[in-house]
RNA sequence: GGUCCGGUAGCUCAGCUGGAUAGAGCAAUAGCCUUCUAAGCUAUGGGUCAGGGGUUCGAAUCCCUUCCGGAUCACCA
């Protein structure tokens, strides 16, 4: 049990012993005690004082006599200013840490066949184009999720659903169809996300030119983008994939399986995966048909046009359209059709999905629809929304070429982490082909951290040439913090120390061992409240605070030259607990950890 | 306009179930490599926690309000 539950609860038996008054548990608070007040857990007394009817300090040191007498663990306490500190005896901090250090799972939650069941979708791209600098957000995200969920004792369904159909591709196989001349990945040299993203943009080009020409001829921008006659191709060639055109199906296979392939690649490079991917062209239509039995069953109306809608003004929503008037499905058509499939596919007890807060508005429709629908857990589908990644000179724009892509922004990550490392000159001893794989993590260290540290959903602001740093508050700092613990141990190998694994627990430790402890041992509570705040972001900070605090310690102290064998040993025990701890947290965010860099 | 989310140091961000003197990093300045990795450590400077009001023994944190920024309210996805 939590330390501070322990005391909260003996606090409030002495204040029933004490003054006769039954207290409930949330006046009782237990917190850390700062770092510069002397002490390891403090009880606030002001909210007690009306039971006690007493001045603070003569509160305080009632209550603190009555809990040292107690709990055994108590070494001593003081009140200051209404503030009731506690400091733990030596003793019971190395048993701790020696639990700590036994415990090869400590913090992750088991899983079993009894475990509930989590699905996560993320990732969730278009295939008409690569994967961008909010996609990175995405993807780490739901893939730390993923683990977090996991380390609360989840079964964990990692899934992505791929927007494979509609007018977007049909424009990069048009503009292909047009200007291609054949060309393939193959042929070009290019990753094949990126060269159909490039026939994307080669539409837009001719497109906005057709439209120019057509309102210089006179006519106004809206009667232009009706007579356009490459989006009338475009539109054509979707009614031909509907219909299963052959040769539009077959361009349609092909020009996928060449963006597959590509984003296969980013994925494997940013470490991410899924367990069961589905395809919007192979749920769409369940979606259509879901949608017209609720009409039958009154639940949706059709207006005079033809189209379906959902009215949701009863929930303090709008009339939102679930059909065109034509019948085919929009956007929301899909999600309906994904989730009933899924359900179908597998058990599940909770479903998040990880997409970008401009779809806010989108998902309270979507859990309502369900819900009316008759599903019982559309009501409790959770939409892990996450803000914007925003260049320093505003949003990123395609049209502006100010889009940072994926590919290009992990290659030059690891450019600039080789430059570094070559300068710093520290694998020396490693082969070419080992020290690339560290360049690599450092690189992903860096970028991910960078992403998950800050809270998902605020809007992050991303300096391509600034943002990214080594130093300091950054990933490679915490992999640097491990790389030298690992050392530690290396170099104790080599001197021949020998040492059991534990601590001796009758030594006394100074300000900075504690603060390691208690850090430590507060990772394992913040894994789990990251798993139910779902916040990576929780675990980064407070991971580097743990790294931070090593570094100091690391300093201040000596750990192999230490001559006392003792002290020596609780070092070294301290230094297994925190490198385990920071190679566990950085799991739970998808980074790895070098032995060495 | 309605709804939702944000506003903390020059910049990027923590802290938000109310607690002690609001914290990091970057940037700036000054130190520290013949001791376990200097991607590090130490020190200095930097704040009307957007403004105003309220609740409270106590407010960056909760409530109300104003201002600023963003998102959304499509037969787009």
Redesign the pocket.
């Known amino acids: 049990m939590a330390i501070e539950i322990q005391i909260k609860e003996i606090a409030i038996d002495a204040i029933e012993k004490l003054y006769g008054q039954k207290v409930s548990p949330?006046i009782v608070?237990v917190q850390q005690?700062?770092k510069?007040?002397k002490?390891d857990f403090?009880l606030?007394v002001?909210?007690l004082l009306k039971f006690s009817g007493k001045k603070p300090e003569e509160t305080g040191n009632e209550i603190g006599l009555y809990i040292s007498n107690n709990l055994n663990f108590i070494g001593s306490f003081e009140v200051?200013?209404?503030?009731l500190?506690f400091s733990l005896l030596h003793s019971f901090w190395l048993t701790r840490l020696n639990e700590i250090n036994s415990d090869t799972q400590f913090g992750f939650k088991p899983v079993t066949d009894q475990s509930p069941q989590m699905m996560i979708e993320y990732s969730s791209p278009?295939t008409n184009k690569p994967l961008h600098l909010g996609h990175i957000r995405n993807n780490l995200l739901g893939f730390s999720l993923s683990r977090i969920a996991k380390a609360n004792g989840y079964k964990v369904v990692k899934t992505n659903i791929v927007?494979d159909r509609?007018?977007?591709i049909c424009k990069s196989m048009l503009a292909w169809e047009k200007w291609g001349n054949g060309l393939t990945p193959q042929t070009s040299g290019k990753k094949g996300d990126h060269l159909v993203g490039e026939f994307y943009v080669k539409f837009d080009q001719h497109y906005k030119n057709e439209i120019n020409t057509l309102i210089n001829s006179g006519l106004s921008k809206e009667d232009a983008e009706k007579k356009s006659s490459l989006m009338a191709q475009a539109r054509e060639m979707l009614l031909k994939w509907e219909a299963g055109d052959k040769k539009v199906v077959q361009l349609w296979e092909m020009m996928n399986s060449w963006v597959y392939e590509g984003f296969a690649e980013t994925y494997k490079a940013l470490g991410v995966d899924f367990d069961k991917i589905y395809y919007?062209s192979q749920t769409y239509s369940t979606g259509r048909e879901m949608v017209l039995e609720g009409l039958k069953n009154n639940l949706f109306l059709r207006?005079s046009?033809?189209?379906v809608w959902v009215d949701l003004t009863d929930k303090?929503l709008?009339e939102k359209?679930l059909l065109?008037?034509?019948g085919t499905s929009?956007?929301?058509t899909q999600d309906i059709g994904t989730a009933k499939l899924r359900f179908d596919d597998f058990a599940i007890d909770k479903m998040i999905y990880v997409v970008g807060?401009?779809?806010?508005?989108?998902f309270k429709v979507l859990s309502w629809v369900l819900d009316r629908l008759g599903f019982k857990w559309g009501k409790d589908l959770f939409h892990f929304s996450y803000?914007?990644v925003e260049l320093?000179e505003g949003?990123m724009k395609s049209r502006e070429g100010t889009v940072v892509d994926a590919d290009d922004l992990i290659s030059e990550m690891i450019i600039t982490?080789r430059e570094?490392?070559g300068e710093?000159g520290?694998l020396d001893g490693y082969s070419t082909e080992e020290a690339e794989q560290?360049f690599k993590v450092?690189a992903l260290g860096a970028l991910k951290y960078f992403m998950l540290?800050?809270?998902p959903?605020?809007?992050?602001?991303f300096?391509p040439k600034?943002?990214i740093?080594?130093?300091?508050?950054?990933g490679?700092?915490i992999q640097?913090t491990y790389?030298?613990i690992?050392?530690?141990f290396r170099?104790a190998a080599l001197k021949e120390i020998i040492w059991n694994g534990t601590a001796p627990v009758n030594v006394g430790l100074n300000d900075k061992e504690k603060n390691l402890l208690l850090s430590v041992s507060n990772l394992g509570n913040v894994i789990g409240e990251a798993g139910n705040s779902y916040s990576p972001?929780?675990i980064a900070?407070y991971v580097?605070d743990l790294a931070?605090e090593f570094?100091?310690f690391?300093?201040?102290?000596?750990?192999?030259?230490e001559e006392n064998e003792q002290i020596r040993n609780v070092r070294l025990a301290i230094c297994k607990a925190v490198g385990s701890t920071i190679s566990k947290s950085m799991y739970l965010l998808g980074i790895d950890v070098p032995?060495?860099?």
């Not at 959903?457 to 602001?461: D, E, I």
């Not at 690391?554 to 030259?561: A, N, P, R, V």
């Open positions: 949330e608070q005690t700062r510069d007040q002490g403090t606030v002001f909210p200051i200013k209404g503030f500190n278009n927007n509609g007018i977007h919007e207006k046009d033809g189209s303090g709008d359209l065109r008037s034509d929009v956007y929301i807060n401009e779809q806010d508005y989108h803000g914007m320093p949003k982490a570094m490392s710093l520290k560290v450092i540290k800050v809270d959903k605020k809007n992050m602001t300096n600034e943002s740093d080594f130093n300091g508050n950054t490679p700092f640097y790389a030298r690992q050392s530690v170099k972001a929780l900070n580097y931070k570094n100091q690391y300093h201040e102290s000596t750990i192999l030259f032995e060495r860099m």
